[in-house]
């Protein structure tokens, strides 16, 4: 309890926290709004099947098109990922300066902030590659046994889920680990199996909290955008500028509780 207090105390007190998140919501719904309207969808009916299936449609059946969506996707999520890569690493900074009652200095986080970017790569990509390659695995064991495909999804959905809750609950706590420590990504990524060895219960359960306390926060602000009036739309037509805006004031008002998490998880460390 006296974590949970200090972390948002430390939130409260601390508002510069905020900014790497808001400057990468901004970054991102600009890249969002040029993939849009670079590829005409900016004032489509997204909410329309018809609309939906014709721009796909014209998107497949198109070379130019095909060539024009996919390339501007592909920038667009390589760029907004190397932000959001940044940002991150910014806003550990700024979480270890928190926790060690020192002057907030966005100039000199930044600068700090380039001795983890590329761990932080590393451990996602660490990671990411943990939980697809035992994924992509069993889904050819059971198609290669000839199990029905409804079985198959199942199955998948319910092994990949319990492995991901394992390995968040692994690894929750590799990042205090990497920041606070200052180590090498193999030295955090060791450090933190080994911590979780010991400490099971905390880990899964500081994991587990974090996890209910953000999704349920989360729901509740969606709830408000959708529905109180702060974006108005015809529920027969949502348009994708509209779309784009529900997007940023959902993300904006999302940004405390993503930084309170790692509030909490470094403090719990």
Known sequence: MVIILKSIYSLIKNPKLLIPDIISIIISFILGTFFLKFNNLFSKDIYNSEIVKEIAYSIINNPDNSI?????????????????????????????????????????????????????????????????????????????????????????????????????????????????????????????????????AKCFFTFLFVSIISYSLSLIINFIVIYSGIIVYDSYSILGYIVSIAWLIKSILNSPINVWQDLYIFGKY
């Open 68 to 200: 024009k969506f996919f390339s501007s996707l592909i920038i667009a999520l390589v760029l907004a990922f190397l932000v959001n890569l940044g940002i991150t690493s910014i806003r550990f900074v700024l979480i270890k300066k928190t926790m060690k009652n020192k002057k907030l200095n966005l100039y000199e986080s930044y600068k700090e902030s380039h001795l983890y970017i590329w761990k932080i790569f590393l451990i996602r990509l660490f990671l990411a590659l943990l939980y697809l390659v035992p994924l992509a695995a069993l889904i050819f064991i059971l198609n290669f046994l000839k199990f029905e495909i409804s079985f198959i999804l199942t199955m998948v959905l319910l092994l990949s889920s319990l492995f991901l809750i394992y390995l968040n609950s692994v690894f929750v706590f590799v990042y205090p680990i990497l920041v606070l420590k200052n180590k090498k990504t193999a030295f955090a990524i060791k450090e933190s199996y080994l911590y979780f060895k010991k400490n099971k």
